[in-house]
Protein backbone atom coordinates (compact mmCIF):
# COMPACT_ATOMS: atom_id res chain seq x y z
CA UNK A 1 0.00 0.00 0.00
CA UNK A 2 3.10 2.61 0.80
CA UNK A 3 4.04 2.06 -3.10
CA UNK A 4 0.83 2.84 -4.22
CA UNK A 5 0.29 5.90 -1.90
CA UNK A 6 3.73 6.89 -3.03
CA UNK A 7 2.39 6.47 -6.81
CA UNK A 8 -0.45 8.14 -5.76
CA UNK A 9 1.75 11.08 -4.44
CA UNK A 10 4.13 11.57 -7.77
CA UNK A 11 0.74 11.25 -9.94
CA UNK A 12 -0.23 14.53 -8.20
CA UNK A 13 2.42 16.41 -8.55
CA UNK A 14 3.09 15.73 -11.94
CA UNK A 15 -0.58 16.29 -12.47
CA UNK A 16 -0.41 19.93 -10.91
CA UNK A 17 2.91 20.34 -12.56
CA UNK A 18 1.86 19.65 -16.03
CA UNK A 19 -1.72 22.10 -15.23
CA UNK A 20 0.80 24.58 -14.49
CA UNK A 21 2.57 24.10 -17.51
CA UNK A 22 -0.88 24.37 -19.43
CA UNK A 23 -1.27 27.88 -17.74
CA UNK A 24 2.27 28.96 -18.50
CA UNK A 25 2.08 28.29 -22.27
CA UNK A 26 -1.74 29.26 -22.59
CA UNK A 27 -0.10 32.84 -21.29
CA UNK A 28 2.33 32.96 -24.31
CA UNK A 29 1.59 34.87 -27.48
CA UNK A 30 2.30 32.04 -29.75
CA UNK A 31 -1.13 29.89 -28.75
CA UNK A 32 -4.22 31.52 -30.83
CA UNK A 33 -6.83 32.47 -27.85
CA UNK A 34 -9.24 29.66 -29.42
CA UNK A 35 -7.45 26.71 -29.11
CA UNK A 36 -6.39 28.31 -25.39
CA UNK A 37 -9.93 27.97 -24.96
CA UNK A 38 -10.46 24.75 -26.51
CA UNK A 39 -8.09 23.00 -24.30
CA UNK A 40 -9.38 24.40 -21.19
CA UNK A 41 -12.51 23.38 -21.69
CA UNK A 42 -11.88 20.22 -22.75
CA UNK A 43 -9.00 19.47 -19.81
CA UNK A 44 -11.80 21.37 -16.76
CA UNK A 45 -13.95 18.66 -16.12
CA UNK A 46 -11.11 16.14 -15.76
CA UNK A 47 -9.46 18.51 -12.92
CA UNK A 48 -13.03 18.74 -11.45
CA UNK A 49 -12.89 14.85 -11.20
CA UNK A 50 -9.45 15.68 -9.63
CA UNK A 51 -10.29 17.83 -7.12
CA UNK A 52 -13.41 16.24 -6.05
CA UNK A 53 -11.40 12.77 -4.55
CA UNK A 54 -11.88 12.22 -1.32
CA UNK A 55 -8.65 13.09 0.41
CA UNK A 56 -8.60 11.45 3.88
CA UNK A 57 -5.63 9.76 4.49
CA UNK A 58 -7.04 7.42 7.28
CA UNK A 59 -9.11 5.69 5.11
CA UNK A 60 -7.70 2.77 2.92
CA UNK A 61 -10.61 3.01 0.71
CA UNK A 62 -10.36 6.42 -0.25
CA UNK A 63 -6.82 6.22 -0.88
CA UNK A 64 -7.45 2.96 -2.77
CA UNK A 65 -10.16 5.36 -4.75
CA UNK A 66 -7.58 8.37 -5.96
CA UNK A 67 -4.94 5.78 -6.67
CA UNK A 68 -7.00 3.75 -9.06
CA UNK A 69 -8.24 7.52 -10.76
CA UNK A 70 -4.61 8.87 -10.93
CA UNK A 71 -3.80 5.41 -12.38
CA UNK A 72 -6.53 5.74 -15.13
CA UNK A 73 -5.76 9.35 -15.92
CA UNK A 74 -2.41 8.13 -16.40
CA UNK A 75 -3.12 5.58 -18.64
CA UNK A 76 -5.58 7.87 -20.76
CA UNK A 77 -2.74 10.56 -20.68
CA UNK A 78 -0.29 7.61 -21.54
CA UNK A 79 2.48 8.22 -19.18
CA UNK A 80 1.38 4.68 -17.53
CA UNK A 81 2.47 1.85 -18.10
CA UNK A 82 1.55 -1.95 -16.67
CA UNK A 83 4.81 -2.26 -14.76
CA UNK A 84 4.14 0.61 -13.00
CA UNK A 85 1.19 -0.97 -10.53
CA UNK A 86 2.44 -3.34 -7.84
Known amino acids: MTK ?7 SLAI ?12 QSDSLP ?15 FELLALP ?12 ADWLEAAFRKARLCNATTRQ
Open 4 to 10: RLRLAGC
Open 15 to 26: MLCALSTSVAAA
Open 33 to 47: PALIQKTLQANFPEL
Open 55 to 66: NDAIDANAIRKN
